[in-house]
């Protein structure tokens, strides 16, 4: 492993799954990818046209609730008006058939995360974000409830234009389908490999690995140290119950995911304690994103363990997370062609930076 700062050239797989793998390539000779051009953020707070700024309730379908509830709501449910396609016209980011199901039984929703038109979500408050995440929670139990036959109520948020959003009122989408979507569903396969083998869950093992200041790997064949791994430079942000980790084998090069340290399968189960430590570090993470990135667009996907019957081996060998994947770079050619993820910024470089960025009380 090479310090940062120094080249990198190599492929790095996915250790939660291994099936997905990722070429860092920083090299001079390497060829940057196109940048996504960096998008003016519409930073006003009301909107007169827009259809998800308080006093345009009529413009959207009825809502399914408001937090709080009344006229000076922060936080809004309501329908998507167009199922599927959304107000995103495009949704390639969620692999799995999504038409069928959606036609089927599954239900699409809108949550318009704030009252405030262009606000970013390292601008929100903490106490904001913890009530976000409550909401999220509150309405996928309710979900889940309303029809055993949905396996998995996916919470994501495209923000920007390269992250597939439209409406740049700040929302996110909660979908809630009778089958997994595919990612979630190789996490839980491989993850439930991992643990019966190991008997221990890979995420708690990459999140004392990443705590670890150094971790030695050695040669299978001749026992000799191959190379020692400073593992601590993978740390993004620490809070009292929650750590974002910039993963070692990421396929976006600023990608971070949040994680409880305590094991917990369910994101259902957070409780209030937990989501202000989870806003913390997500606040703060987002913060450093946008120092070090800038008006940065992106999805993030929460990732919780599935419902249904042969889910419940799970509680043990999942482990509950947050993906953020900033849009930075357009896949090129190769990518697509290949499936292999090119990340031209090394993991440790990236983590480095975000880490430096002075953010300050925030
Ligand atoms: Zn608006
Ligand atoms: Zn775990
Ligand atoms: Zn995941």
């Known amino acids: 492993m090479s310090e940062s700062g120094e080249n990198v050239r190599e492929i790095r797989i996915n250790p939660i799954v291994p099936t997905e793998s990722v070429l860092v390539a920083t090299a001079r000779g390497m060829r940057?990818?196109?940048?996504?051009?960096?998008?003016?953020?519409?930073?006003?707070?009301?909107?007169?046209?827009?259809?998800?700024?308080?006093?345009?309730?009529?413009?959207?379908?009825?809502?399914?609730?408001?937090?709080?509830?009344?006229?000076?709501?922060?936080?809004?449910?309501?329908?998507?008006?167009?199922?599927v396609l959304g107000d995103d016209r495009t949704q390639s980011n969620i692999a799995f058939g999504l038409q069928q199901v959606i036609d089927g039984y599954g239900r699409h929703e809108v949550v318009i995360d704030n009252a405030s038109h262009g606000i970013?979500?390292?601008?929100?408050?903490?106490?904001?974000?913890?009530?976000?995440?409550?909401?999220?929670?509150?309405r996928m139990a309710e979900l889940y409830a309303s029809d055993r036959r949905l396996k998995y109520v996916l919470v994501f948020k495209n923000f920007g234009a390269a992250a597939g959003a439209s409406i740049a009122h700040t929302h996110s989408q909660i979908i809630a389908t009778p089958v997994v979507p595919e990612n979630v569903?190789?996490?839980?396969?491989?993850?439930?490999?991992?643990?019966?083998?190991?008997?221990?869950?890979?995420?708690?093992?990459?999140?004392?690995?990443?705590?670890?200041?150094?971790?030695?790997?050695?040669?299978?064949?001749?026992?000799?140290?191959?190379?020692?791994?400073?593992?601590?430079?993978?740390v993004i942000e620490r809070g009292q119950r929650f750590v974002a980790i910039k993963p070692f084998a990421s396929r976006f090069e600023w990608?971070?995911?949040?994680?409880?340290?305590?094991?917990?399968?369910?994101?259902?189960?957070?409780?209030?304690?937990?989501?202000?430590?989870?806003?913390?570090?997500?606040?703060?993470?987002?913060?450093?994103?946008?120092?070090?990135?800038g008006g940065v667009q992106y999805n993030f996907f929460l990732h919780s363990v599935p419902h249904g019957g042969e889910y419940d081996d799970c509680q043990e060998s999942y482990h509950w997370h947050l993906e953020i994947c900033p849009r930075t770079s357009i896949p090129t050619g190769f990518e697509l062609g290949s499936g292999l993820f090119v990340s031209t910024v090394s993991p440790e470089a990236a983590a480095e930076a975000l880490r430096n960025a002075d953010i300050g009380d925030a």
């Open 185 to 234: 569903q190789n996490e839980v396969q491989h993850s439930r490999e991992y643990h019966k083998k190991l008997s221990h869950c890979v995420f708690c093992s990459l999140i004392d690995e990443a705590l670890t200041y150094e971790a030695t790997i050695y040669d299978r064949n001749s026992g000799q140290i191959r190379r020692k791994i400073n593992v601590g430079q993978y």
């Open 255 to 293: 990608e971070i995911h949040i994680l409880p340290l305590q094991h917990e399968a369910d994101f259902l189960k957070a409780d209030r304690d937990d989501l202000d430590d989870f806003a913390r570090v997500l606040r703060r993470t987002m913060a450093r994103l946008d120092k070090v990135v």
């Open 120 to 138: 970013a979500l390292h601008e929100m408050t903490q106490q904001h974000l913890a009530d976000l995440f409550s909401v999220y929670q509150q």
């Open 32 to 83: 940057p990818k196109n940048a996504e051009e960096r998008v003016e953020r519409d930073t006003r707070a009301v909107v007169e046209t827009c259809p998800f700024c308080r006093g345009n309730e009529e413009r959207t379908p009825p809502q399914i609730k408001s937090y709080p509830d009344g006229d000076a709501w922060e936080i809004r449910i309501v329908p998507n008006l167009y199922p």
